[in-house]
């Protein structure tokens, strides 16, 4: 690897065209992933990708003029002191905002780089377009906010929020609501079974720690292996397998830990207040991202509550 320092004239203007080419397939990456779910913001990346090819095309005219045609082949990981930026296509599905983010760096880091190059070249031709070129990358921003105006309308921006949304119910809501419901409504049988058969609090809390763990591994390989998310939108598996896995547990957690509690009925009626608290939880959430009515929603979830936890303690008490 070599430094920044090292290099040559006819280098820096290779390592500029190398790297306004990757910017250029970056934001035409950048649209792609956007466009099916956020149309207007991936034209917004297709005219920064007309920005960075013509930057492009400057700085091969001035090369071949001084150089001639041939290029040597010097990339950004060549060279140190450059952010390494992982590839797009690792982190699909694309979310606006960390891509907005992303090409607000590549933008700064591009201005600092044509800075340094342009105090470092000695031909005068090569030492304009350089110092040009990083003005240039510093009303990108400007530009990209034009563009922005341009093509983001009010009714478009509530377009792409309600897209963002349905990606984040799909994405993260969804799976952890149904961990939240199976940890907190189908640990309750084993748990307060436990605690009535055996009138031990540290028996209660063994089988309710087993029980949520269990159900947390079981529900999360269930979500990750349901489907890669390439047709439904629902993002990574991994991802969703992950918060789904979480939520079962702490779901199941949340009325095992009082019978950390020695004293027997304190701890069933600690238990018994946070199994209420969860059951108005998973209520609030439906209600709130799901558009389930309120009423409904407390029904159906106390009601599916109620039974299962009667379950537990008519099997545990006979």
């Keep these: 690897m070599r430094s920044f320092e090292s290099l040559d004239e006819q280098e820096i203007l290779a390592l500029a065209v190398s790297l306004e080419e990757e910017d250029e397939r970056i934001y035409a990456d950048f649209a792609e992933g956007l466009r099916h779910t956020f149309p207007a913001s991936a034209e917004v990346f297709d005219g920064m990708r007309q920005e960075e090819a013509g930057h492009r095309r400057r700085l091969l005219e001035l090369y071949r ?19 390494k930026r992982r590839p797009v296509w690792l982190v699909r599905p694309l979310g606006l905002e960390a891509v907005r983010s992303q090409a607000e760096s590549m933008e700064a880091e591009t201005r600092q780089f044509y800075l340094r190059a ?10 304009q377009l350089l110092d040009d070129l ?29 897209a963002r949304r349905r990606l984040f119910l799909l994405q993260i809501v969804q799976p952890g609501l149904a961990g939240l419901m199976d940890g907190s409504v189908s640990t309750l049988a084993p748990v307060f079974a436990a605690a009535f058969a055996t009138r031990n609090t540290h028996d209660a ?6 029980a949520s763990l269990g159900a947390g591994i079981s529900m999360g390989f269930a979500e990750a292996l349901s489907d890669d998310g390439t047709l439904t939108g629902r993002g990574h598996p991994l991802l969703r397998g992950l918060v789904c ?49 309120a009423v409904s929603a407390a029904l ?19």
């Excluded at 809390?205 to 087993?210: D, E, I, T």
């Excluded at 159906?300 to 006979?318: D, E, P, R």
Aim: proline share 3%; aromatic share 6%.
């Design 134 to 162: 990083a003005e240039e990358e510093l009303t990108h921003e400007h530009r990209a906010e034009e563009l922005e105006r341009a093509k983001l309308t009010r009714e478009t921006r509530d377009k792409e929020d309600e």
């Design 245 to 293: 896995g979480l939520m079962t547990a702490l779901g199941g957690l949340g009325h095992t830990l009082p019978f950390l509690i020695p004293a027997f009925h304190v701890a069933l009626t600690a238990a018994l207040t946070v199994v209420i608290a969860e059951l108005a939880a998973i209520s609030w959430v439906r209600h709130r991202y799901m558009e389930t009515p």
């Design 65 to 83: 003029e001084k150089f001639g045609e041939h290029i040597p082949l010097i990339r950004r990981q060549d060279v140190n002191g450059f952010v």
């Design 205 to 210: 809390f063994a089988v309710g720690l087993a």
């Design 300 to 318: 159906q979830v106390a009601l599916g509550g109620a039974l299962v936890c009667a379950a537990g303690v008519l099997i545990g008490a006979s």
């Design 118 to 127: 342009a105090a470092r070249a000695r031909d005068a031709g090569i030492r």
